[in-house]
Nanobody
Framework: QVQLVESGGGLVQAGGSLRLSCAAS????????IGWFRQAPGKEREFVAT????????YYTDSVKGRFTISRDNAKNTVYLQMNSLKPEDTAVYYCAAGVVPSTAKDVYASWGQGTQVTVSS
């Protein structure tokens, strides 16, 4: 099993950048695919990005392509989400999750972090 803790959220102006971290504890971090999801007030939790266990495969939702980059450093047990050119509509609580395979679907991820708030102002 793996436990996940997100960090790096905060308040940023539109057009700015922020890097989120997903730190894992447990023995099998390198065996997990990691996904990032976000949930805005009154909205369903939605897929943002995912990365395979090796880091060789990544996938992004259309709204963040070209702006967000997911990466991982298994030696540090950490996955990152670099967010550039942030927009107010990116405002949400961001969650990382661990699963067997990369997926856009929430239900395939077995472990979730507590979330970190990202607020983008105009």
């Amino acid at each position: 099993q793996v436990q996940l803790v997100e960090s790096g959220g905060g308040l940023v102006q539109a057009g700015g950048s922020l890097r989120l971290s997903c730190a894992a504890s447990g023995r099998t971090f390198g065996s997990y695919a990691i996904g990032w999801f976000r949930q805005a007030p009154g909205k369903e939790r939605e897929f943002v990005a995912t990365i395979s266990w090796s880091g060789s495969s990544t996938y992004y939702t259309d709204s963040v392509k070209g702006r967000f980059t997911i990466s991982r450093d298994n030696a540090k047990n950490t996955v990152y989400l670099q967010m550039n050119s942030l927009k107010p509509e990116d405002t949400a609580v961001y969650y990382c999750a661990a699963g067997v395979v990369p997926s856009t679907a929430k239900d395939v991820y077995a472990s979730w972090g507590q979330g970190t708030q990202v607020t983008v102002s105009s």
